[in-house]
Nanobody
């Protein structure tokens, strides 16, 4: 397994932007599929976005399509989530995940809080 550390969360007004980062330990980052999930208070953890090992394939939840972009830099062992046009309903703890199979994850970060004020 690998270790994942998220950063970049914070408080932002509705309509604003944030970029989350997730740094992954180890020398095999480029072989991992990566994903972002989020969990709002009292709710289940939901899928947000996924990217394959090369960055050539990405998928998004319908609720974030056109507003969020997932990307990765394999030279920096980092995956990003650019979040634009943020809404109060995007408020949640955001988690980074890694796995050997696309959209099948077995390693998780500790999460970073994103709060969007109206």
């Amino acid at each position: 397994q690998v270790q994942l550390v998220e950063s970049g969360g914070g408080l932002v007004q509705a309509g604003g932007s944030l970029r989350l980062s997730c740094v992954v330990s180890g020398r095999t980052f480029s072989s991992y599929a990566m994903g972002w999930f989020r969990q709002a208070p009292g709710k289940e953890r939901d899928f947000v976005a996924a990217i394959n090992w090369s960055g050539g394939r990405a998928d998004y939840a319908d609720s974030v399509k056109g507003r969020f972009t997932i990307s990765r830099n394999n030279a920096k062992n980092t995956v990003y989530l650019q979040m634009n046009s943020l809404k109060p309903e995007d408020t949640a703890v955001y988690y980074c995940a890694a796995g050997r199979v696309y959209r099948n994850y077995d390693s998780w970060g500790q999460g970073t809080q994103v709060t969007v004020s109206s």
